[in-house]
Each structure stands twice: as structure tokens, then as C-alpha cells.
């Protein structure tokens, strides 16, 4: 006798053979679309400051040294910033590709793309209806900041990755107790991947969303047991740590770089309350405008575990996020699957009303293609927006087209940036068609549109933008290394440190003032100093022996 399925209170029918077939071709055929987008240009341009050069230079030590997988250093010195866990990932692919880009990126964006098919998972644990997981898995697949911070060489995908293995093993747990051993298990590597705190921080959201949802899960001896499987590796890499640096550990890595970013803002990172607010009003289009109707629906439905669940799982990040005194653009990045999880219930039941007017058209209760209402708060109030948006990468398109070049002459036509505000342009503009006639076809268009769109931003050059901001590290890295000695110290005169640089160059190179370089020159027996013109001529230095430069830099010691 088949056994029923419970979800509020409607019973559901257990899944047939044909469903599970379907549910695995979505699966796949968004993994697929996944790691196109992911894996495209991955490595077509240098790594960035600050994170991936430091997290590329880590994971490039840990192949080097016997014990750096557990000890990891940062120019031979202990890093405590996070542990080393996607450091030895990266220094994993490292040895079967080599010290490049495209290694030191391929982990987390592995992992970030195979989130992506795991949030439709979620979405059938949590809707039992597959229109809303789907629309769900599609808008995350189609968030720029999720995409461009899940390519990078840092931790933040992993972090999606394992904390959406932790959700779906909570919610499959409600049916089967013992997937809450991976629920464990996926908390213990979150602490792994970017400290205790933030582990605790996404653990107890999953507590309170059982507290509110399934409170008897909280006594299952599965829970307690995977926690403790979880939490013995974490145990033990922490006890390590301060069995062999002692105190210095326990204040650089527990107080300086979890614990103090409460109160204090950790290099100088820092917003004001509605920082966060305003990152996803900035890179949270055209999604972010179906969010209001998504979170209203939710509240509206709050005693179903998929609203309880997104207003949990918002509300408490969202408003721990904010109260932190440092702040960072990718610290949001865990609230976008809440995003999409609440946008795509909302557009299913958009997609839902499409077909009920069908049948309506059928019966002869309305015109074919002008149905007489989508659900409210309805898409088509937002028309105007899309009309202006459309507007807006129309003149994205003239702009680096160079068709109107009276705003800026000296600009140099940008064919990939001219493309890809093409694509969004004619996205936007047939899906104000299909708003004004109440067709929700619109979805379909968007969706399709937006994924060719971010397809063609991420194979060009320009997804890495914050490397317009500084000069280019590779040629200046390109001299450092032919000549200077390995692991030689070298002296740069710049505002701030470039870890980018220290990668590419694999040298240790420290940003410091005229007072420091010339009591360096001074003190030094054989000085290496990188130097720009002017600088030169105003410290005035002697016995000055040049020895390589690019067009903006001078690589310089002292003559023997």
C-alpha cells in the first residue's frame, strides 16, 4: 500500500516512475546550462585583488609545502584568515592543471554551477510542484552577482554550494530521517570553508526554520549524530591550530577575522545599515522587481513550510548582514537562492492564471491572447520599468557601439559590451510586448534572454571589472620574475598592496611610502625596489642600477 505525502495540509500521491524521469532531465539539463555559464572564459582574465590573489597564492603554497594543507602560510608566514579548505581544492586542480587562472577558479565555479540544479531539488522538497522549482532554479541560474561571484577564485560559491546541501538535507529529513546526517555533515564543512561563525550564522536558520516548521527533528538522534560527524573534523583543524601557534591563532583567526567584523569594520570595509539593501538593487535585475510579490506571497502563506522557510531564511541573514559593522558587496551572496525561491513560487502562480484563462479561452470566456487578468499584484503593473530598462541598454548599445560618441571620443567601440546590451535590449522590449498583452509567454522570453545575454557579458573580457581600476599586474609581474631572485622581497610604491601582483610575480611585494623606500635603500645590501617614473627622479637614490621596465614601471637595485 502506497504511503501518502503531507504538505500543509493537501495529501500528495508518491511520485511515479514517469515524474522521476522528468525530474532527472530538468536536473541535468540545468547542470548542463550551468556549467556552460560557469565554464565559459573561466580563465580569460587575470585574477582580481583582493581575494583571489591571496586564495590562489595560499592554495600555491599548500602544493609546495609538506603540512600547508593543514598549516596554510601566505609568503611563508601562517594565514589565519579562513581555513584551508578551498585552498586545497584549488591547490588539487593545481597539480593536474597547473598554476593558471582557469585552475585556481575551477573549483568554486564547479561547485557554485552544480547549486543550481540542487536548488530545484529544493524547490520539489519545498513546492511539490515542478513549475515552481523550475521557475526557482531559473532565476538563480540568472542572477549576475551569484554567477560572477560563484567564477571567482574565492569561497562564497562553495559556501552556496555546501549551505544549499545543508537545506535540502533538512528539508528530505521531514521524510527520511537519516539524510539529517548530511545536514551535519554540510554544517561541519561550512566551517571549514569560512569560519565557525558564519557556519553558526546559516545553522541557525536552519534551526529556527525546524523550530517554527518540524520541531520534532530537533530530538532525532540522525540530527545530533551528523552534527557530530560534522563538527569532529572542525574540532580537530581548530585544536590543531592552537596546539601549534597557541594564542596567536585564537586572535588572528577567532577575535581579528570572525569575531571583530560584528563591531568593528576589518580594513576599513565598511556601510551603512542599508548597504546590502542597496548591492541588491544594483545587481539584483530584472528578478529583484518580482522580489516585494514573492516575499508578500510568502507571508501571505506562512503556515506552509516553503514560506516559512524564505521568511526565516531572509529575514534572519538578511538582518544579521546588515548589523555587522564590516561590510563587504559578497557577504549578500547566500540571500539570492531566498530570492529565487520566493520569485519563483511567485512567477508559477503568474504561469498558473496563464493557464486558467487558457481554459477560459477554450470555453469561449475570452479572446485568444488577451486573457483578463494575471495574478496580483499583477506583471503588467510593472511595464513601465521594463519600457525604461529596455530604454537603457538601448543607449548601453549606441554607447559602446561608439554610435554616440559625442559623450565620450576618446572611447574605443566595445564590441562584446555592444552585444550583450543588444541581446538585453531585445529581451526586455518583447517582454513589455508580451506584459502589455497579458501573455505569459514573458517568462519564457526572459529567461532565455537573460541567460543569452549573461553568456555573452561572461565571454568577454570585461566581467572582471574592478581590473580597469589599477594598472595591469602581468607585465609588471612578467619582469619581477626574470629579474629578481625566488622569494625575494620587493619594495613597490603604490598606496596599497596588490596580492594579484605577489601571485603572478610569486614574490612577496610591499606597498610602502618615499620615507620606508629610502630607509630600505639605506639599510639594504641589495635592494628591489618598483618604482614609476617620477618616483625615481623624486627620491633621487644613488648607485641606482635599472633593471627591467614596462611602459609605467621601473624595476631597480643597487649597483654590485
Known amino acids: ?18 515524474d522521476r524521469w522528468v ?38 603554497e599548500i602544493g609546495r609545502g609538506e603540512q600547508n594543507w593543514l598549516y596554510p602560510t601566505l609568503h611563508g608566514m601562517p594565514y589565519f584568515n579562513k581555513p584551508p579548505l578551498v585552498h586545497g581544492l584549488i591547490a588539487f586542480a593545481y597539480h593536474f592543471g597547473g598554476v593558471n587562472e582557469w ?11 552544480l547549486s543550481v540544479p540542487l536548488l530545484y531539488s529544493i524547490g520539489l522538497e519545498l513546492f511539490r510542484h515542478r513549475t515552481s522549482a ?55 564543512l561550512l566551517c571549514l570553508t569560512k569560519g565557525i561563525f558564519l557556519g553558526l550564522l546559516l545553522g541557525a536558520i536552519a534551526f529556527f526554520f525546524l523550530l517554527w516548521d518540524t520541531p520534532r527533528l530537533l530530538t532525532a538522534p540522525y540530527l545530533w549524530l551528523g552534527l557530530g560527524l560534522g563538527f569532529l573534523p572542525v574540532s580537530l583543524w581548530y585544536g590543531a591550530q592552537w596546539l601549534y601557534y597557541g594564542q596567536g591563532f585564537i586572535q588572528g583567526n577567532l577575535f581579528n577575522q570572525s569575531l571583530q567584523r560584528v563591531w568593528q569594520p576589518v580594513e576599513n570595509h565598511s556601510g551603512p545599515i542599508w548597504y546590502y539593501l542597496l548591492e541588491i538593487l544594483k545587481y539584483g535585475w530584472p528578478w529583484l ?85 494575471f495574478m496580483k499584484p499583477t506583471p503588467d503593473q510593472l511595464l513601465p520599468i521594463f519600457i525604461l530598462l529596455a530604454v537603457i541598454a538601448g543607449i548601453g548599445y549606441c554607447y559602446f557601439g561608439g554610435m554616440i560618441s559625442f559623450l565620450n571620443p576618446q572611447l574605443i567601440p566595445q564590441r562584446d559590451l555592444q ?18 498583452q497579458k501573455d505569459r509567454q514573458f517568462l519564457m522570453v526572459l529567461f532565455w534572454g537573460m541567460y543569452l545575454s549573461l553568456l555573452l557579458f561572461f565571454t568577454s573580457n570585461y566581467w572582471v571589472w574592478e581590473l580597469n581600476e589599477d594598472f595591469a599586474v602581468k607585465p609588471v609581474a612578467a619582469i619581477i620574475r626574470e629579474g629578481t631572485p625566488p622569494g625575494q622581497e620587493i619594495y613597490l610604491d603604490h598606496p596599497f598592496g596588490r596580492p594579484s601582483l605577489n601571485f603572478y610575480s610569486d614574490r612577496h611585494i610591499h606597498a610602502v611610502d618615499n ?9 639594504l645590501d641589495q635592494p628591489y625596489f618598483l618604482l614609476k617614473e617620477d618616483s625615481l627622479k623624486k627620491l633621487q637614490l644613488n648607485n641606482v642600477q635599472k633593471i627591467d621596465q614596462t611602459p609605467d614601471w621601473i624595476l631597480i637595485t643597487k649597483k654590485p
Open 103 to 113: 585552475m585556481a577558479r575551477l573549483p568554486s565555479a564547479l561547485l557554485t554551477a
Open 419 to 436: 552585444f550583450t546590451f543588444g541581446s538585453l535590449m531585445l529581451t526586455l522590449s518583447f517582454v513589455a510586448v508580451l506584459i502589455a
Open 23 to 60: 525530474d532527472l532531465l530538468w536536473f541535468l539539463g540545468l547542470l548542463v546550462a550551468a556549467l556552460t555559464l560557469y565554464g565559459l572564459h573561466l580563465g580569460g582574465v587575470p585574477l582580481r585583488d583582493w581575494d583571489e590573489g591571496l586564495v590562489a597564492q595560499v592554495a600555491r
Open 289 to 373: 522587481l518580482f522580489w516585494p510579490q514573492g516575499l508578500r506571497l510568502a507571508w501571505q502563506n506562512r503556515n506552509l513550510s516553503w514560506a516559512k522557510l524564505i521568511l526565516v531564511w531572509t529575514g534572519i541573514y538578511f538582518v544579521a548582514i546588515s548589523i555587522m559593522n564590516t561590510k563587504l558587496p559578497w557577504y549578500v551572496l547566500p540571500i539570492y537562492p531566498a530570492l529565487a525561491l520566493a520569485v519563483g513560487r511567485y512567477l508559477a502562480e503568474v504561469w498558473k492564471e496563464g493557464d486558467r484563462d487558457m481554459g477560459l479561452w477554450k470555453l469561449g470566456k475570452v479572446e485568444r491572447g488577451k486573457p483578463d487578468h
Open 134 to 188: 523550475i521557475f526557482s532554479a531559473l532565476v538563480y541560474l540568472t542572477l549576475l552577482p551569484v554567477i560572477r561571484q560563484g567564477r571567482l577564485a574565492m569561497l562564497d560559491g562553495t559556501v552556496l554550494f555546501l549551505w544549499l546541501i545543508l537545506v535540502w538535507c533538512v528539508l528530505r529529513s521531514r521524510r527520511d530521517l537519516r539524510f539529517a546526517l548530511g545536514s551535519g555533515i554540510a554544517f561541519g
Open 1 to 18: 500500500m502506497s504511503r501518502q505525502i503531507f504538505t500543509g495540509s493537501s495529501p500528495l500521491r508518491q511520485m511515479r516512475p514517469v
Open 515 to 523: 620615507i620606508t623606500l629610502k630607509t630600505k635603500w639605506e639599510m
